[in-house]
Nanobody
Framework: VQLVESGGGLVQPGGSLRLSCAASGFTFSSVHMSWYRQAPGKERELVATITRAGASTNYADSVKGRFTTSRNNTKNSLYLQMNSLKPEDTAVYYC?????????WGQGTQVTVSS
């Protein structure tokens, strides 16, 4: 199982970024997927989840209305569109799945929101 995030970077407050997570080594379309983030000195927190076919999503209150997660099961890819970014969104962002009762994480991608 491999998860590889990309798309992070430095963006000004109010800007946008789109993160991607490329999945391999398992049947992507059969699992729910999640995005987490971890800011310096803070615990890792759940940001968003999406069901197997993408029919249902859930978001942390802190990002609701600003972030949108989606997936393309034909490309084995997960996405996180982040709009109206705030300095408090600065964190390392991870995608995660559970396969065979075991959790798998990507290596993370850094998002920095600063002027």
């Amino acid at each position: 199982v491999q998860l590889v995030e990309s798309g992070g970077g430095l963006v000004q407050p109010g800007g946008s970024l789109r993160l991607s997570c490329a999945a391999s080594g398992f049947t992507f379309s059969s699992v729910h997927m999640s995005w987490y983030r971890q800011a310096p000195g803070k615990e890792r927190e759940l940001v968003a989840t999406i069901t197997r076919a993408g029919a249902s999503t859930n978001y942390a209150d802190s990002v609701k209305g600003r972030f949108t997660t989606s997936r393309n099961n034909t490309k084995n890819s997960l996405y996180l569109q982040m709009n109206s970014l705030k300095p408090e969104d600065t964190a390392v962002y991870y995608c995660k799945t559970v396969w065979g009762l075991k959790g798998y994480w990507g290596q993370g991608t850094q998002v920095t929101v600063s002027s």
